[in-house]
């Protein structure tokens, strides 16, 4: 059983679109990330949600909003794509979250982003 | 923020050979995390381990937290080893938060 998924795996598209990237864990966990992983591996925390609540925006442009419909599900939604959106996204769950980050954290296959 | 860096970031090995991945950061930690990216990019959890030592299979772990560093040991290489090893740690001040650092790139030849 696939534990955090991701769809879709590949996405193309051209710049000024809005896409959609989605998550869901099947863990039970209470918190959910996303990640990104530009083109030299460097990977960076994006937003952090606790029980469909937010916890952390790393300074990540308002063109970018994650929505949580229910704690097994944190979606991503990208507006007006630039080039520079290129990169890998990778979504995360823990169990807890707010006790100072004291948990595993399991990742999803990834979303590679390619903005033409 | 914290800083984490990670030596060597690139290692060429025999299969059969050892090898140790070092992780330094630069404050307190609550959280400290090896990830394995394979080559098809899949980040793979080896160790949760803010502290003392852990082993699995071929592979073991030793944090030593006041003095800000991580090893990571593999031993008997094989080529499915290959990959990218990441270390991540969280700090005690932000809940969930992993810094990552950029990565060991390791290459194992027949």
């Known amino acids: 059983d696939t534990a955090v998924s991701q769809t879709p795996k590949y996405l193309v598209t051209q710049m000024g679109n809005d896409k959609s990237i989605k998550c869901e864990q099947n863990?039970?966990?209470?918190?959910m990330y996303w990640y990104k992983q530009d083109s030299k591996k460097f990977l960076k925390i994006m937003f952090s949600y606790n029980n469909k609540e937010f916890i952390i925006n790393e300074t990540v442009p308002n063109r970018f909003s994650p929505k949580s419909p229910d704690k097994a599900h944190l979606n991503l939604h990208i507006n007006s794509l630039e080039l520079g959106d290129s990169a890998v996204y990778f979504c995360a769950s823990s169990q807890g979250g707010l006790a100072g980050g004291q948990e595993t954290q399991y990742f999803g296959p990834g979303t590679r982003l390619l903005v033409l | 923020g914290i800083q984490v860096e990670q030596s060597p970031p690139d290692l060429i090995l025999q299969e059969g050979a050892n090898s140790t991945l070092r992780c330094n950061f630069s404050?307190?930690?609550?959280?400290l995390q090896w990830f394995h990216q394979n080559p098809w990019g899949q980040l793979i959890n080896l160790f949760y381990?803010?502290?003392g030592t852990k082993q699995n299979g071929r592979l073991s772990a030793t944090t030593v937290a006041t003095e800000r560093y991580s090893l990571l040991y593999i031993s008997s290489s094989q080529t499915t080893d290959s990959g990218v090893y990441f270390c991540?740690?969280?700090?005690?001040?932000?809940?969930?938060?992993?810094?990552f650092g950029t990565g060991t790139r390791l290459q194992v030849t027949l």
């Open positions: 991540a740690v969280g700090d005690t001040g932000t809940a969930s938060k992993l810094t």
């Open positions: 404050d307190s930690v609550n959280n």
């Open positions: 863990l039970g966990h209470d918190t």
């Open positions: 381990i803010p502290s």
